[in-house]
């Protein structure tokens, strides 16, 4: 069963009181000062980089959730920043590569547990170009850098729900 995703909050942010209760299926609510507090959905991106002859670029990741396994780079977004942004710095942050040529996909639903919490997020996946992907090196919360040719892409390999059924859906269009 599916934890309430403010389990863990038993006090009002606002006035201390542990009068903290649930409200539906993603909200809190303070009986004492009437605060209602939403559990909304968070925005993350992550980047499908292939050089010209189709090998992916992945990471492998350095921490919970799905620690070892492989990912696409990318993360949450930050307050005022747009998707784009966001997925340069992240790219940036996660490989030490410079990308251009960023094209939106499509979107992913995906609970990602963090920290005893559950955090729903909307992961949106963008293509985009980086002429050398020899260069990237492993850093922040990548553990190492992986890249994979086209006949070595397999969903299973991939930890987070979101980012395995992405490449699902990337292998089934290219097989069409």
Known sequence: MERHPLESFEYCPRCGKHTFVERGSRAKNCTECGLIYYANVAAAVAGIIKDKNGNLLTVRRGREPAIGTLDLPGGFLE??????????????????????????????????????????????????????????????????????????????????????????????????
């Open 79 to 176: 307050p005022e920043e747009t998707a784009e942004e966001g997925l340069k710095r992240e790219i940036l942050e996660e490989t030490g590569l410079q990308i251009d040529n960023i094209v939106y996909l499509f979107s992913q639903p995906n609970i990602y547990p963090y920290g005893g919490n559950t955090v729903y997020t909307t992961d949106l996946f963008f293509t985009t170009e980086c002429k050398d992907l020899s260069q990237a090196k492993a850093a922040d919360d990548a553990a190492e850098i992986v890249i994979l040719k086209p006949n070595e892409i397999d969903p299973a390999l991939f930890g987070l729900r979101s980012i395995r059924n992405a490449i699902k859906k990337i292998l089934n269009h290219n097989s069409q």
